[in-house]
């Protein structure tokens, strides 16, 4: 297959490098030219539990000319509008355009840019830290999702397979986005405010404690949208995703090492808006919420011992 990957981030390097790897086109498209030059120059380098390897990869800031089977978005969600726009000038009207991104309402703008039968809903449990441009470390394996199932899913779930991931394909897309949602609810914003890797947050009284009710808002919230969560226990589950990816440092902290623009306010902040909606108090996300954008705009501002 080819495919475009939109967003050379830690996970958009890991899943191009590994289809790469495996035998598909791949071309990566990134709003920035100096680093899609440098991705075109020196490739793509994945290193860490799937090994230490790297592959050549063309990487554009356009796509007029580019032919795809598929679409992955990998961009943070505050860029999904402009990338889809941009995406909708050139892609050919058949292309399936699947979101691996986190948070909610990202697979809203997919459908209604492109047509609720073109857009995929994805929830991948994989771990991946940047490093630099183009260079990512594989630091946890999990389950890939695709849906709604049907032949676009099937191919795409194919060429993961072969890729080396974990990936299957299911309905009711809503319920595993959520199911996604509340696990990066858990561990997210935590993990940005404290600085901590994925396994320690559980291992703490405290961040343990605020993890809970996070994740309880976050239910809360879900059961009164009717959402059928993914799995039974949720608090088990992302305790569960914090074990598998006990050394992987959080998407959110990676921003804030970085001094990036975060997604919390499409995940904690999500589930803020949401319970407003339906009348679901949110405090322990809303205080998730706060402190976290107060770092993110403060980046400039911050003492250093």
């Known amino acids: ?34 680093r899609a030059a440098a991705i075109s120059a020196n490739g793509l380098r994945i290193e860490g539990i799937s090994g230490d390897y790297r592959v050549d990869v063309p990487a554009v800031t356009g796509g007029n000319g580019l032919q795809a089977d598929a679409v992955i978005i990998c961009v943070k969600s505050h860029k999904t509008r402009e990338s889809m726009l941009e995406l909708s000038s050139w892609l050919d009207p058949q292309t399936p355009v699947l979101t691996l991104q986190n948070g909610l309402g990202n697979l809203d703008i997919i459908e209604e840019v492109f047509g609720r039968e073109r857009a995929l809903g994805g929830v991948t449990s994989e771990g991946a830290i940047l490093l630099g441009s183009g260079h990512a470390r594989h630091a946890g394996k999990g389950q890939t999702t695709i849906g709604p199932a049907g032949k676009s899913a099937r191919m795409i779930v194919t060429a993961f397979k072969q890729a080396g991931f974990e990936a299957l394909e299911a309905d009711a897309v809503e319920n595993l986005v959520w199911g996604k949602l509340i696990v990066n609810v858990g561990i ?27 994740v309880r808002e976050a239910v809360q919230v879900a059961g009164k949208k009717g959402i059928a969560l993914p799995y039974a226990d949720p608090l088990g589950r992302v305790l569960e995703v914090c074990r598998g990816t006990s050394d992987n440092v959080a998407s959110m902290l990676q921003d804030i090492l970085n001094s990036r623009v975060t997604e919390v306010a499409y995940i904690n902040g999500a589930i803020v808006r949401e319970g407003k909606k339906f009348h679901v108090p949110t405090p322990v996300n809303h205080t998730l919420t706060c402190i976290v954008e107060a770092l993110q705009v403060t980046y400039d501002n911050r003492m250093h011992g």
């Open 188 to 214: 997210n914003a935590l993990a940005a405010i404290t600085g901590l890797k994925n396994g320690v947050l559980p291992s703490l009284p405290g961040t343990r404690a605020v993890m809970e009710e996070a």
């Open 1 to 34: 297959m080819k495919f475009v990957v939109v967003g050379p981030g830690a996970m958009g390097c890991l899943f191009a490098a590994s289809l790469k790897k495996a035998g598909h086109g791949v071309t990566v498209m990134d709003y920035k030219p100096e």
